[in-house]
C-alpha cells in the first residue's frame, strides 16, 4: 500500500459528533488527498493537500476540514458528523514531482454515522 | 458532476478470455488517464496509465487505449484469471486543473470459472 496508513479503519460515531481520520504516509510523497466512496458514484475528491499548511477543496468538500501540519500526516475532520457522511474514505498520495503521476490509496476508512 | 464514466456497471467474463473495460470521457481537456483496480475492502490500485499525447500503452497482461476524437479509453486484460476479480475505475486528470484526478463510478468484472 505505498507505506500509507489511514486510521481508523473503522468508526461508528453519532450524529453532531465531530470526527477525524488519520492518515500517514512514509514515502515523503508532496500531495496527499482524501477521497470519499459511496455506490454508484466512484470515488470523489474531498480535498488535497500540496505540501505542508497548502490545502485545498475537491469537489465534495462541504462539512469537511483538514489540515496538514507535517508532510507525513493529512488529517480529515468532520466537525459535525451527519448522516450523509456515512461513506468509505480513502488517503491517497502521489508525487514527488510536480507532472502527472499516479495517486497509491490507503486501505481505507469505513464511517458510518448513526 | 463526473467527467469521466463508465459504458457497463458489469462484466462478466469466462476465464482465459480476453476482458475489454470501456471508459468514456467528457473533457477534450484531460490530458493523462490512469486504470485502477479495487478488490473489495481494499483501496484502489494502479494497474496503467496513458498520457494524451499516446493512444496506446502496455503492461503485464493488460493494455490500454486511448481515442481522442472519441474521448474513449478502454483496458484490454488479456486471459483473464479468477484473481482478476474487481471493480475497475477510470480516472483522468487536468494538468491545468492541478493534476487532480477525477473517477468514473466504475466496471465490476467477474470472472467465471
Known amino acids: 500500500d505505498a507505506g500509507i496508513t489511514q486510521s481508523p479503519r473503522h468508526k461508528v460515531t453519532e450524529t453532531g459528533t465531530p470526527v477525524t481520520l488519520r492518515c500517514h504516509q512514509t514515502?515523503?510523497?508532496?500531495?496527499m488527498y482524501w477521497y470519499r466512496q459511496d455506490p454508484g458514484h466512484g470515488l470523489r475528491l474531498i480535498h488535497y493537500?500540496?505540501?505542508?499548511?497548502?490545502?485545498d477543496k475537491g469537489e465534495v468538500s462541504d462539512g469537511y476540514s483538514v489540515s496538514r501540519s507535517k508532510t507525513e500526516d493529512f488529517l480529515l475532520t468532520l466537525e459535525s458528523a451527519t448522516s450523509s457522511q456515512t461513506s468509505v474514505y480513502f488517503c491517497?498520495?502521489?508525487?514527488?514531482?510536480?507532472?502527472?503521476?499516479?495517486?497509491?490509496f490507503g486501505q481505507g476508512t469505513r464511517l458510518t454515522v448513526v | 458532476g463526473e467527467s469521466v464514466g463508465l459504458h457497463l456497471p458489469t462484466l462478466s467474463v469466462q476465464e482465459g478470455d480476453n476482458s475489454i473495460i470501456n471508459c468514456a470521457y467528457s473533457?477534450?481537456?484531460?490530458?493523462?488517464f490512469i486504470w485502477y483496480k479495487q478488490e473489495s475492502g481494499k483501496g484502489p490500485q494502479f494497474i496503467i496509465d496513458i498520457r494524451s499525447n499516446m493512444d496506446k500503452r502496455q503492461g503485464q497482461r493488460v493494455t490500454v487505449l486511448l481515442n481522442k476524437t472519441v474521448k474513449h479509453l478502454s483496458l484490454q486484460i488479456a486471459a483473464t484469471q479468477p484473481g482478476d476479480s474487481a471493480v475497475y475505475f477510470c480516472a483522468e486528470s487536468l494538468r491545468s486543473n492541478d493534476y487532480k484526478l477525477s473517477f468514473g463510478a466504475g466496471t465490476t468484472v467477474t470472472v467465471r470459472a
Open positions: 473533457n477534450s481537456a484531460s490530458d493523462y
Open positions: 514515502e515523503n510523497h508532496r500531495y
Open positions: 493537500s500540496y505540501g505542508v499548511k497548502d490545502t
Open positions: 491517497a498520495i502521489s508525487g514527488p514531482t510536480g507532472g502527472h503521476t499516479e495517486a497509491f
